[in-house]
């Protein structure tokens, strides 16, 4: 697990004071070691956390014939069974690093043999006889990697932090993304929040060439999954051979694991099967408020029936209102999501014992574990109008009327809604309603939201997050299954839940799904509302974006009724955000640190 980043151009030579800025900019990835190699027109920088080969896996990676450099991050689940494939091949491995696989794919079948590889990555791979740069992301999007075109070339990196001082300047904003942000607490596609910086898609490789072309090729897409008849007993069988694999090949790791128990079923599955194959001490952490507000008590008594080394994290409003600053920073590109705050306390302290834990990211999404994920009579209404089922039809700022008023005329301008309308109308016509949301989760909300976090926030204390529950695989099961077998009872996972009767107390597995709480209500309230107002009306960059008047009566509103709480966060988030990454790029706040002196500058 690491952060790469670097150039390639066909104009000049690789600046590597610019190499070496980015490289810092991303050394919470990979705090053990810091490489820089260049060659004519190519620069590549890595930052290694180091998991696996602890000492032979030194990044880039080269092969024999010294015409395939690579950096890479993430882990590549098949390599042993990849290695034994190509064990009288000409494309020996020379280390024990598991990216070596992505040398050995891509020598003996080009591009293509991306499809080959079973893990999370997001790698650049110069080949210096065809003069070209590979990037590849994985098939879900757990990785990370963006990149943008330079005056003579190109440049990439693992984090738009990491990219911005390859390029020279701070790009301009783009509204579109800024908007998705507001509406819907992240942006999605290919655009990102600065124009001209792109996304590597999940499942997607770019093949960057010396006269300035790129190639996109999409290797993997949930599209291809056809719909199955399984019945539920079916389904259970099938999946308990499949889940086994999947987790044998994730256990692979020359340091020891640990996992992030919530108290809610994936966390729960996890925990037994790690218990039952991993075969050493597990360390456990849970995060909450106690006086019975979440899932504490639930997650003590599962650490303490399979045997872990459990930790619990007992919060209080300070400790998590003073890490405002620093997801923000973490996140790198604007994403609100409230459960950063208690999952940054989490990583930094399970990186004092590990570097890699286990989360349940993904098992939502593949098996139905939403409940509007279910059809519904509003659903249908809002079918009609909005062309999605139903499904994700209003954003947060769009919908209200003192809200809209308070975007620029550029914000006010822009479709939130467009990506979600268009995933929904690319899927086959055999696919339920059902199928169609989950499609459209897996599209937007997983990769740019929920594994964003997952990523950045654990990476920013070098912690390796590992989610089997988004091993592609899985998702392609859980996808291609009928509804009734994914939701049942007004139940979510059902499936899982009856496999996991085997392993699990059954009352356990009849709770219902519950969220982690944040009382962010409680804090935009009182002495702080006036202070940030104050600030954040000031603000220069909120002054550009928006109407400080309608803004101010938002403010208003808040105290007089509420209701306001997620567009002054959001508020909140953007100046926060821009202070880092525009105004100041390079700048890193402390772990902890009053949000309104960030604002202030």
């Known amino acids: 697990m690491c952060g790469i980043a670097g150039v390639f151009l ?255 079923i994936d966390s729960s599955v996890l925990l037994a099967s790690l218990c039952e194959q991993y075969g050493q001490p597990l360390h456990t952490y849970s995060v909450g408020f106690g006086e019975g507000r979440d899932e504490l008590a639930q997650a003590e008594a599962l650490a303490r029936r399979f045997g872990s080394e459990h930790t619990s994290l007992v919060l209080t409003r300070a400790q998590l209102f003073e890490r405002i600053a620093h997801t923000v920073w973490a996140t790198d590109d604007l994403m609100r999501d409230y459960a950063c705050l208690p999952l940054s306390l989490l990583a930094e302290r399970a990186a004092q014992d590990l570097k890699v834990v286990f989360s349940g990211e993904g098992g939502d999404e593949a098996f139905a574990g939403y409940r509007r994920y279910a059809d519904s009579v509003e659903g249908w209404l809002k079918a009609l109008a909005f062309g999605t089922g139903g499904f994700r039809t209003h954003g947060e700022w769009g919908r209200r009327r ?26 086959p016509p055999d696919w339920s309603r059902m199928q169609q949301r989950q499609y459209v989760d897996l599209k937007t909300a997983l990769p740019d ?40 009872q007004r139940r979510g996972k059902y499936l899982i839940r009856r496999w996991a009767e085997k392993v699990l107390p059954k009352d356990h597995l009849q709770r219902p799904k519950r969220g982690f709480y944040v009382p962010v209500p409680e804090w935009i309230s009182g002495r702080f509302l006036d202070q940030l107002e104050l600030v954040l009306l000031a603000d220069r960059a909120v002054r550009e974006w928006f109407d400080p008047i309608a803004c101010r009566r938002l403010f208003d509103r808040q105290r007089s009724k509420g209701g306001c709480t997620r567009a002054i966060w959001g508020l909140m988030q953007f100046a926060i955000w821009h202070r880092f990454m525009v105004e100041q790029p390079g700048l890193q706040p402390a772990v902890c640190e009053n949000p309104l002196d960030v604002i202030r500058g």
């Not at 280390?95 to 590889?117: K, M, P, T």
């Not at 999954?225 to 256990?251: C, K, Q, T, Y």
């Not at 003192?402 to 899927?427: I, N, Q």
């Not at 594994?451 to 590992?466: N, Q, S, T, Y």
Request: with cysteine.
């Open 10 to 264: 066909w104009q000049g030579e690789p600046d590597t004071q610019r190499l070496k800025r980015a490289l810092q900019a991303l050394r919470h990835r990979g705090p053990d070691a810091q490489q820089l190699w260049c060659r004519r027109g190519v620069g590549l920088a890595h930052a290694r956390l180091s998991i696996i080969d602890l000492e032979g896996g030194i990044q880039p990676l080269h092969s024999r014939d010294g015409q395939l450099h690579l950096v890479a991050n993430g882990e590549i689940y098949n390599d042993p069974a990849l290695r034994m494939q190509y064990r009288n091949a000409s494309v020996q491995p020379g280390s024990g690093s598991d990216c070596e696989s992505i040398l050995q794919v891509y020598q003996a079948g080009g591009r293509d043999g991306i499809r080959r590889l079973h893990g999370m990555f997001a790698f650049a791979l110069y080949d210096e006889r065809q003069n070209c740069l590979l990037l590849a992301r994985d098939r879900l999007g757990i990785k990370p990697l963006y990149y943008a075109r330079l005056p003579g070339g190109w440049a990439f990196a693992s984090e738009i932090k990491g990219l911005l001082p390859l390029l020279g300047r701070v790009p301009v904003l783009d509204a579109q993304a800024l908007a998705g942000f507001l509406d819907y607490q992240f942006s999605t596609g290919c655009d990102t929040i600065f124009q001209g910086i792109r996304r590597v898609l999940p499942g997607q490789s770019i093949l960057l060439t010396a006269e300035g072309t790129q190639d996109a090729e999409t290797y993997w897409s949930p599209l291809a999954i056809r719909p199955r008849s399984l019945g539920l007993e079916e389904a259970v069988e099938a999946f308990g051979p499949l889940w086994d694999s999947v987790m044998r090949e994730h256990l692979r790791s020359d340091v020891p694991l640990g996992l992030f128990l919530s108290g809610g």
């Open 402 to 427: 003192e809200t809209r008023a308070a975007l620029s005329g550029a914000l006010r301008a822009v479709d939130t809604r467009l990506p979600f309308r268009t995933h929904w109308a690319e899927t």
């Open 449 to 488: 939201n929920l594994l964003v976090k997952a990523d950045r926030i654990l990476m920013a204390f070098g912690l390796e997050g590992r989610v089997p529950f988004c091993d592609h695989r899985l998702v392609a099961f859980g996808l291609s299954l009928p509804d009734a077998v994914k939701y049942r």
